[in-house]
Every structure is written in C-alpha cells, then in structure tokens.
C-alpha cells in the first residue's frame, strides 16, 4: 500500500475509533477530552491527613527561582534544584511532602524530547538533589519513537491527588496516538506515570512501549536485579540492540556526586516485571516487546520514586516497598558495620557493599546482584533484600573487593556483623608557591611506582567507569577522583590504599612539578609540595579554555565547587562555559572562591544535537549537524535551558542565526561561533561534528555553493544569514588525551587551503576532574583585555576571530615574520613579506615539557623540523636550581624564501612544536573510501602504517594515541603522568603570505598538498 494510502487509512481508523458506538474506558478510544485513569490503583501509602496540604501543581512562571540557580533578586526559592535541575517557566510543577517533580511543559524541548511533557526534575521534598536528565515515552530506539505531545492538561484534585495529562502522537506519526498522566499523592515517595498507546494503522507494530532515562555516560548509573547484571550490562550496538534486553523486577539509578540522589522504576499495573537494556547512556524500563495488532493498544503503568542518598539501596528499599505493596511480597534488613583499625569508618565514596543472591562458590556471573549500600558517618549500613534467599556480601574499598561472607536461606532481619577494610592512610598534603610560600589551589596525582603497586591498587566503581590505580572516588564525581584530588589554598586531605607511589603536584602547563615518593601503610602521612611560577606566557596574553563542561551539562556529574576550583588549579585566566544544550553561568562560584580578579568567566554553550533528522546525499540514515559553541550568550534561569534556543531539526547555518538572535541586542556582533571535535566517531549513532556526518572528502575543493553534495550542504546558507561553514573557529586540539588530533589537524589544513580562515583552537572539553584536565590544553590569546572584573568579551572574540592566538599543552611558540623591519605576528591579515624575510621562532616550555620537534608547515604539508641538536634538552625536568635558564628549546630565524622554494603563489605557514607526530595513514572514511583524513595508526608497532594495522572486520581504523611511557628514561615520562594519555603538542594560527602582492589571500585548494 502507496504511504498516502496507508495515512488514508490510518485516518479512518482513527475516526473509526473515536465514532465508536461506546467510549473505552480512559483514553483508550482515542476520545475527544479523554481523561486517563489513574495510575497504580493497587499502590496504597499511608500517612497523616496533613500531608495532603502538601501537594501542589502548578505552572512555572518567571517569578519562579530554581534552587542554586543564582538567579537574580532575592526571593525564595520555588524551584528544586539538583545537579541536572532543568525547571523554568512553562513547565509544570507537580509535588507533595515527599518528592518533587517537574515536566517540561508543551513546546519546551529539551535533549530528546521533541515538544515537551518528559519528566525533567524529580528530586527528594528539600533535598535540591534533581539528577535526572529526561525521562520520556518510547516505544523503541528509532527517530519516530518517541512520544510527541501537543496538549496538555492539569488535574488538581487536592487534598487527595494532583497530576498532568499530556496527550499527542509518536513523533511524525499520527496514526498512533499516545498519552500519559503523571500523578502524585499524599506521602509517597515519587510520581506515578500511566500511558497509553493506540495502533490505529492499518499494519501490526513491534513496540516496547517503555520510559527512556538519558544518563549520559558520567552521571547516575542504572543497576537491576537480574542474574549476572547489578551494574554490569552487556555492550550492543544500535544492530544488536536486540540481544541486549532483559527482565528484572526493578530499575534503580544512583548518582556518585553531590547532592546525592537516586531512584527506583517499579511496573504497577498488569505486568509484574519490567524489561529493557542498559547502558551507561541510555536505559529502556518498560514493558516487553510486543506485536499490537490494528485498532489495540497498550497500557503501561510504572510508579518512580526518588531518594536523597546517593546508593542504590536507598531505591531498591523503596523499589522493594512497592512491590511488597503490589505484590505482597516480603523483604528483609541486611545490617552491619565496616571498621578500620577497630574503629567505624566515617562514610566515605571509597567504601561500598554490594549484596548479590547466591553463595561464595557462585561464580559472580551467576548470582544477582540486588542492592549496593555505602556506611553512613558512624560506618554502619542497612538495606533491604527478597527474604527467604542466599546472599553473599561483599565489601569494597578503595575500588576492589577486600571481604565477603555468605548469608543462607535469610528469613528474617539479619545482623550481617562487622566487615574489616584493610589498613590504609590518611594523607594530608600542602602545596605552596616556592617564592611567597603562599598555599595553592593545585592538583595530585598519585601513580603507583612499579607493575605489581598498579596491580594491587587498580579499581572501579563495581566494574564501571574505567579502572584507576589507585582509585580514591567516582571518576565522574567530586574530588577525590580516581587517582587525584584538588588543593583548595594549599592543602588537603584524602584517604589513600597502602603501597607505593609517586605523588606529583600539578598548577598547568606553566609551573614547575614537584614530586614525592611515599609508602603508605596504616600510619597518617603528611607531604610537602612547592611549585615555582615559569616566565613563559608572552606578555599581553590571557590563557583560555574555550570547552569546558560541568554539572550544568547533561553528560557532566562534578559538582560546580570542584569544577571552578579545577580552573584555579591549572591557573587559567578565562574559561568559557559551555555546557550541553543549556546556557550556565560560573561567576557566582568563582566569587566564592575569591577568584574574581584574577579569573574570568563567559558565560556560553555547546549546542548538541539529538533528534536524527538531517540526510546527506548518499546516506541511508538520518543523521545530526554535530556540536557548536558560542559565545558570550545571557544566562537566564527562568526560561528553559537557562535561555539557550532550541537547537534541533535545524542546519549550521540556521542555528549559528537562532543562537545570534537569543542573544542581547548589544552582544550580537560579537558572537563567536566555534565548530567542535569536527572529525569526531559517531556516538549512539550521534554524529559529534557536522564535516564528519556530512562524509567530506578533503581530497577535493569545496564547491563555491550548493551542488547537491554533501560538500553543497557544507557552504550552503540555509536561512540568508550564516552559512552552514561559517564558524569562527574550530578545534584543532580536543581533549588531554590528544587522540584525535591527526584528523582534527588534517581538516583545518583543508579548510585553510579553501580559504576557510575559522581559528585553530585547543580545549580541554572536561567534564570531571579526569576525562580530561581543564586548561590541557588552551589557548593563549594576544589581546588588550585583563583577566578579572574589567574583562572585555568583545576585545578577546575580536583576538580569536582574527587567528590572534596559539594552542598548546606545554610548549610555547612566539612567532613573527621580520620583513622590511616590521615584525608580524601570525594572523588572518594577508601580508606581502620582502625576498629576505625571515621567521623569527622562540619556542620554550617547562623542563618536564618535552619538546622534540619544532615543524614549519606550508599549505599542509612539513617543509622544516628541527629536531636533535637543533634543540636544548633539559637534563633533569624537577630540578628547581636555575630553571629559568631551562625554558628555552630554540631562538633563532629561517629564511622564509627557503621554507616557500617548492611554493609557487600565495601560502600559509603554521608552527608547531612537541612530540613526534604518530604515524597514520588514511585507508576509509565515512564513506568507506579513502577522504584525506587519518583513520589508522601503527597498532601492531612495526615502525609502518599498513592494513596490518586494521582491527578484524573494519575497513579503516582504529587511530590510537601511543601509549604512554613506563620508563623514567622517557622524556616525556613525567609529562604523561600529568597530562594523562596525552603527548606534548602547540600550534600557532597561520600566517597569510600574500606572495603576489594583489592585496588578499589567493587560497592554494586541495592541488597545494
């Protein structure tokens, strides 16, 4: 049947139902002012009679305060607020006395909600603990999906329920009919959800109709009670999707961060149990998949409720509440105490139990984990279990097992007794400038000295978030982190595993380190650290990280103390907000920490899309325009997402427009618009940067306009105003880790041979203290502008847009062309040099900084490396005695007539300086064909780069950084211990030859390579 057939006939079926001789009950016939059912009508709490003063529902105006929003004036409160909290005007409040929620009002669209009524805030009555992302309807994975709501209604029953209908269709299709209530009552602990689905096509669907929870990969990770899962999932691809789903009783969620939070899901309607996958991104907790027939439907029932702990027992006791309320079935109380020495151990992130049904001869593979407990402060623990099973405990320290014992046939509220962690120290650091002896805020590394230290201490969190060795805290949570910690004013104090470890004190690329070596056991340990500031940033600069993310985003869990507190740490000067969909705004914190003269804050953000969409010529999947930043923008809390544009279902172009008109009149022209991580992987079938989604091929020129390529789309204009290719700068440098470098690299120099003059720009794009290190790398920008409270945006944007500025992770590059006695600086102002120009080059770096290459590069290609001789080699990188007679790698002048003899016309020249490249080669690309593009590195380490190197099944790839050196012998040993996977690496923006003297830049194109 031809589509308009099949509307035709949805339509009529639709009609079909609604002109039914009797109405269904609820909105089950799809009838005009339906009103569904209450939800959970088994489910029954009871509680004082007062507590029904309590509910409230209500919609959010611009009067309303978000709590910990900063927002201006100086009224109460009325919002919660939470790590995630997104509340604003037009959304819809809905609370009682134990929890409070917020759904995002109709045309409020956030993350993957395509017009609003997703749940966006449940947090505990007073807690301010939201750590939700999104909670929406589904119905499977694919663009269409998801519920699309168009009206909406309020239901105040007071004293005795409060809710809010939402009703519409799956997105784009309205032959299927969806709506939802969300629902509160007295004294209970979270919200009751009720939906509905109607087929009312002409062809049976294959739905799982299910609530989709957005956790993003760093923030609350979702555990079930089924046989071998707990925190543990099986990977899947958007293909294999399939194998991935399993049933369990229940879903919980908890976040490691501050404020705590956690949640359970819990069916309470006709099915028993939920089914879903999981992952660190995404969660589906519904019903199981099942085929709904032309004109039936399905009703799917969940009750989610809300904790102000941050463990999973905290839900699983409330999950196990419900479902003893709905089902009749008992649970028990495990308790217990964990000691150190003899002694309560106070509650501490390195401390877990785990509790799993089986015995101590069950292979873990086998048993079912049921509940994770952390020790309050006097080290005791509680949580609830299934009664009438065999359970093993289990606790953790420090990220590993470190004792168990079995529990047989528990019957009844069980004492569990005393479980011993092994001996470790408190350790107490203090670190000071080496001149004032005045405290730092700075960073610690602990890295264990030797293979079998590393072996001992590795951790995780229950097997998630990456292994650290030693592992001290949560990787995506507040300090201590994995293997590090945050000075605040000169010292701090963290417990650490017994063993042996180099300690290093870290202030940014532009310090001294300072290392310690020490043995812990039992005993308290307190170590010494002095740093010593490096005359190496040029005069008249500031140091800016222009991608930096934190709680605000939607893939960020560190609390905003820490995350400012990290910007003093590496001692930058200007740090642009740029969080995930959502404006935000960090002056408010960096007041607090006194940090305001010396530190600046633009408030910005990074535009993410969500909603696959867009098509490409040749492309047989929707896809999206990848991230952006801009920037300065108006933080505004009251309006959702803090007064950031929606972002979706648009082009570049027209969203570089819609951004521009958000912002205020007087900001507009100077809005910079910086195109991120351009060649990044595709996640969750999300592309990261919109020439990647686009499969460009950098081996040919771009077309002047749109030819119907997807080179066309590229440089089209798609509204009249910005084109599609018309940022201001790109990354060349994303991330500590430098992995993607190559690619990154390799697309600029594209851009720059089309005549593209976007800025060349490093960032950190952390998220928490240790994906990636705020300020490694960053940009040192030439302008007049000060750091502090008379830092002025448009003066330091002017700088970026005219390429007034370099990238680095360490070395530092001072570049100029000496021609006819004037000195210029490198830029995007074309000049003409004389035939006896020279390049003047100062390239210098911290002693533990190595530098091993300086390179010229013309039109995209190395024409000069200085190497060996060419450059000083400091001897002994932590040795303060002379310094700053250390910092200096090479100063001397090239003739530029040398550098350009095999360049006929106009030509750029860019400096860099650091590591060795790593080999790769270009064997794929999107398209499957080769793209100008870096896709392969030397993974089998033979010295060459050849289809060897392929991983099994794949046409190109992977591309890897080296690893990083286990030998002290290694120059870049002790930089790999702070810049974590990373290699030394700058670059300046180029110079514009204008060689023939017409007055502009005469761009090279693809033939210059």
């Not at 420090?398 to 005393?418: I, M, P, S, Y």
């Not at 380190?513 to 340990?525: L, M, P, Q």
């Not at 074309?830 to 003047?840: K, N, S, T, V």
């Amino acid at each position: 049947m031809s589509s308009p057939l099949r509307l035709l006939a949805a339509s009529l079926a639709l009609l079909g139902l609604t002109l039914a001789g009797c109405k269904k009950e609820s909105c089950l016939g799809n009838d005009e002012g339906c009103r569904v059912v209450s939800p959970c009508e088994k489910l029954s709490y009871s509680c004082e009679a007062s507590s029904g003063s309590m509910l409230e529902v209500r919609t959010l105006t611009p009067t309303d305060r978000r709590a910990g929003s900063h927002a201006p004036g100086t009224g109460a409160d009325t919002v919660p607020g939470g790590l995630n909290a997104l509340g604003a005007r037009g959304d819809i409040l809905l609370g009682n006395d134990r929890a409070v929620a917020v759904l995002a009002g109709i045309g409020n669209t956030n993350l993957l909600d395509p017009n609003g009524g997703s749940l966006l805030d449940l947090s505990a009555r007073g807690k301010n603990n939201d750590g939700l992302n999104q909670v929406l309807q589904v119905v499977g994975i694919l663009p269409g999906d998801a519920a699309h709501y168009t009206s909406m209604k309020i239901i105040d029953e007071r004293p005795t329920r409060v809710a809010v209908q939402f009703n519409g269709t799956l997105d784009g299709k309205p032959e299927f009919p969806i709506h939802t209530i969300y629902e509160m009552r007295p004294c209970e602990p979270g919200i009751r959800v009720r939906t509905e689905i109607l087929n009312t096509a002409v062809d049976p669907q294959l739905w799982a109709l299910s609530d989709g929870f957005y956790w993003s990969g760093r923030e609350a990770l979702p555990f079930t009670p089924a046989e071998g899962s707990g925190y543990q999932h099986p990977s899947f691809s958007l293909l294999s999707i399939g194998d991935a789903f399993k049933k369990f009783p229940y879903l919980t969620a908890a976040m490691a961060s501050d404020p705590a939070s956690s949640y359970a899901h819990v069916a309470c309607g006709e099915a028993d149990l939920l089914e879903g996958f999981q992952s660190d991104q995404i969660s589906s907790s519904g019903l199981a998949r099942t085929v709904v027939q032309p004109r039936d439907y399905l009703v799917f029932e969940r009750f989610l409720a809300v904790s102000e702990r941050g463990d999973v027992a905290a839900a699983a006791d409330l999950a196990l509440e419900a479902r003893q309320k709905l089902h009749g079935e008992k649970y028990v109380t495990l308790s217990g105490v964990v000691t150190r020495n003899g002694a309560p151990v106070a509650s501490g992130r390195e401390v877990s139990v785990l509790v799993s049904e089986g015995e101590l001869t069950t292979a873990a593979a086998n048993r079912v984990p049921w509940t994770q407990v952390t020790p309050d402060k006097e080290g005791r623990f509680q949580a609830r279990v299934p009664a009438g099973r065999d359970y093993v405990v289990e606790l953790h320290a420090f990220g590993r097992k470190v004792a168990d014992r079995q529990l047989d046939n528990v019957q009844a509220d069980t004492e569990v007794g005393t479980l011993a962690v092994s001996s470790h120290s408190r350790l107490t650091v203090n670190v000071v400038d080496w001149v004032s002896n005045n405290g730092l805020d700075a960073e610690v590394f602990l890295v264990p000295v030797d293979a079998p230290t590393q072996k001992d201490t590795e951790g995780t969190l229950h097997g998630r978030f990456g292994t650290c060795a030693p592992w001290l805290g949560p990787p995506p949570g507040p300090s201590p982190a994995c293997n590090r910690f945050l000075v605040r004013n000169g010292t701090a104090t963290v417990d650490v595993p017994a063993g042996r470890f180099h300690l290093y004190a870290f202030k940014g690329p532009f310090w001294t380190i300072d290392r310690k070596t020490v043995t812990f056991g039992a005993g308290d340990t307190t170590v010494e650290f002095a740093l010593y500031k490096l005359a190496l940033q040029p005069l008249n600069t500031v140091g800016a990280d222009l991608h930096v993310h934190g709680a605000a985003s939607f893939d960020s869990s560190i609390p905003e103390y820490d995350r400012v507190l990290s910007f003093a740490a590496t001692d930058l000067d200007v740090i642009v907000s740029t969080d995930h969909d959502i404006i935000y705004d960090y002056a408010e914190t960096v007041r607090s920490l006194g940090l305001q003269n010396k530190m600046s804050a633009v408030v910005g953000l990074e535009t993410t899309g969500h909603i696959l969409w867009m098509k490409r010529p040749g492309a047989s999947v929707p896809l999206v325009v990848g991230h952006y930043n801009f920037w300065p923008l108006e933080y505004d809390p009251t309006k959702p997402r803090n007064g950031a544009p929606p972002d979706e279902l648009v082009e570049p172009g027209e969203l570089f427009d819609r951004v521009k008109e958000s912002a205020p009149p007087a900001w507009r022209d100077q809005l910079l618009v910086q195109l991120n991580h351009p060649w990044s992987d595709a996640e969750f079938g999300r592309d990261l940067g919109y020439p990647r989604a686009l499969a460009l091929d950098t081996t040919k020129n771009l077309p002047a306009n749109d030819d119907g390529t997807s080179a066309g789309m590229y440089v089209r204009t798609p509204k009249g105003g910005f084109a599609n290719n018309g940022q201001h700068a790109q990354e060349v440098m994303n991330g500590t880790q430098n992995d993607m470098l190559l690619p990154y690299r390799a697309f600029w120099f594209y851009t720059l041979n089309q005549g593209q003059f976007a800025a060349g720009t490093a960032n950190s794009d952390s998220h928490s203290l240790t994906d990636n290190t705020v300020g490694v790398p960053r940009n040192i920008v030439y302008t007049s502008t000060r750091p502090g409270t008379s830092f002025n945006t448009a003066e330091f944007n002017k700088a970026l847009k005219a390429g007034e500025s370099f990238g680095t992770n360490g070395p530092v590059i001072e570049a100029t062309v000496e021609s006819a006695g004037v000195f210029r600086r490198f830029g995007f102002t074309p000049f003409a040099p004389e035939a006896d120009a020279q390049l003047r080059l100062r390239v210098s770096a911290a002693p533990w900084v190595p530098v091993e290459e300086v390179r010229i590069v013309v039109n995209g290609n190395v024409v000069k490396t200085l190497s060996g001789t060419d450059l000083f080699h400091p001897e002994d990188p932590l040795d303060l005695a002379s310094v700053e007679l250390k910092l200096m790698r090479y100063n001397d002048s090239l003739p530029l007539s040398e550098l350009l003899s095999d360049v006929s016309g106009d030509a750029w020249v860019v400096v860099e300086a650091g590591a060795r490249l790593p080999l790769a080669a270009d064997f794929g690309g999107p398209d499957g064909k080769p793209d100008g593009i870096p896709d392969t590195s030397d993974n089998n380490g033979d010295g060459k780069v050849d289809r060897a190197d392929i991983a099994e099944g794949s046409n190109y790839g992977p591309l890897r950084t080296p690893a990083p050196p286990s030998s002290e012998a290694s120059p870049q040993f002790h930089f790999s211990q702070v810049v974590t996977g990373g290699y030394p690496m700058s670059f300046t923006n180029p110079f514009l030859l204008d060689r023939n003297g017409n007055g502009r830049f005469d761009a090279p194109g693809v033939a210059a390579k």
